[in-house]
């Protein structure tokens, strides 16, 4: 694959994705763009069960012409409870019914787990791991093979919301599904960003660029505007109908360009008891310690995780489409 020159060396990156069409536009960028490596891509049930995530996950790097990066199959289900799809957003195939041409080569032999592993033992420098998806297969690989945090310089991830859910009125999708398997993320001890419902919903393509990618030249790029037509995250009443929603593609954003996003450390759990408010990220924005703390109630403090609180969707969208667009 051909990179344009960067000044810096790119950063290694590996994608654990539920693909899911805004799981695909991740996937554009981070093949696109100069200061993102992609060295592996693991697949997780999700928005549509594993082999659909594993087919439309190749389907898409094919299309964008990248056929030699290793992808493997994943988790089929949470830890816990059983897959619960989200096909009513992301079309019956998980990816917007496209109608793209199935994959020519099949994932490779190992279980994502093993290639999470290898790729990040083998990686000179620390790896920055990116979920846009339930966390299961990266709960899997923590308690499997714990060696792997010494080689994890970031987790970006896609999950979690400081104000409202969209799976439920507190909890956000990727949390939702599988909750255990985010605490358990949570607790990695690596450094995280948690890019999570308030920003990813904001970060938005006006419809004259979907439009525009939609007649692309560039088979990349024109997927990209297939796939923002069909906008899943597009926020609900947008002025634009047109518009389409970055959606996951916004965290790989985040490791290409930090500065784009506002975060603060804060300590962030997971609800885990069954009920309403099972999935929620509990966010603590207290400015001191509350009765509890003072009774000493409460368990201690959780290691805090860099919250996104506000995102510059214009340099976000400026440079999705300068990657991606062709
Ligand atoms: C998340 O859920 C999925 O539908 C999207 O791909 C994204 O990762 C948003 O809640
Ligand atoms: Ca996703």
């Given at each position: 694959m051909t990179r344009a020159s960067s000044p810096r060396q790119p950063i290694p990156v590996i994608l654990d994705c539920d693909t899911g069409v805004d799981d695909a536009l991740a996937l554009l960028f981070a093949l696109r763009h100069?200061?993102?490596?992609?060295?592996a891509v693991t697949c997780v049930a999700g928005n549509t069960d594993v082999d659909g995530v594993v087919r439309n996950t190749l389907t898409v790097l094919e299309q964008a012409g990248a056929p030699d990066i290793p992808v493997a199959r994943g988790a089929e289900r949470p830890l816990i409870e059983p897959a619960r799809s989200a096909r009513h957003v992301h079309g019956h195939d998980g990816?917007?019914?496209?109608e793209l041409p199935d994959p020519t080569r099949a994932p490779c032999d190992v279980p994502a787990v093993a290639l999470l592993r290898r790729e990040i033992l083998a990686s000179p420098r620390p790896v920055t791991l990116v979920p846009t998806a339930p966390l299961t297969n990266i709960a899997l690989l923590l308690r499997t093979h714990p060696e792997v945090v010494g080689n994890i310089g970031r987790i970006v991830f896609m999950g979690g919301a400081v104000a409202a859910g969209n799976a439920t009125p507190v909890a956000e999708f990727n949390v939702w599904h599988d909750p255990e398997a985010a605490a358990i993320l949570l607790t990695a001890g690596v450094p995280i960003t948690m890019y999570g419902l308030d920003v990813f919903q904001r970060v938005v393509v006006p419809g004259a660029q979907v439009r525009r990618l939609r007649s692309a030249a560039d088979p990349a790029a024109r997927l990209a505007g297939r796939l923002l037509a069909h906008?899943?995250?597009?926020?609900?009443?947008?002025?634009?109908?047109e518009a389409g929603g970055l959606g996951d593609a916004g965290a790989v954003c985040a490791v290409a360009d930090p500065a784009g996003l506002t975060t603060r450390p804060l300590p962030v759990e997971v609800?885990?008891?069954?009920?309403?408010?099972?999935?929620?990220?509990?966010?603590?924005?207290?400015a001191r310690p509350g009765e509890s703390e003072v009774h000493g109630a409460?368990?201690?403090?959780p290691r805090p995780v860099d919250v996104a609180?506000?995102?510059?969707v214009e340099r976000y969208v400026a440079l999705y489409l300068a990657a991606v667009g062709g």
């Open positions: 100069p200061g993102v490596d992609l060295r990816m917007g019914d496209l906008r899943p995250a597009a926020p609900e009443g947008h002025r634009d109908p609800c885990l008891a069954p009920g309403p408010a099972r999935g929620q990220t509990v966010v603590d924005l207290r409460g368990d201690a403090a609180l506000d995102v510059d």
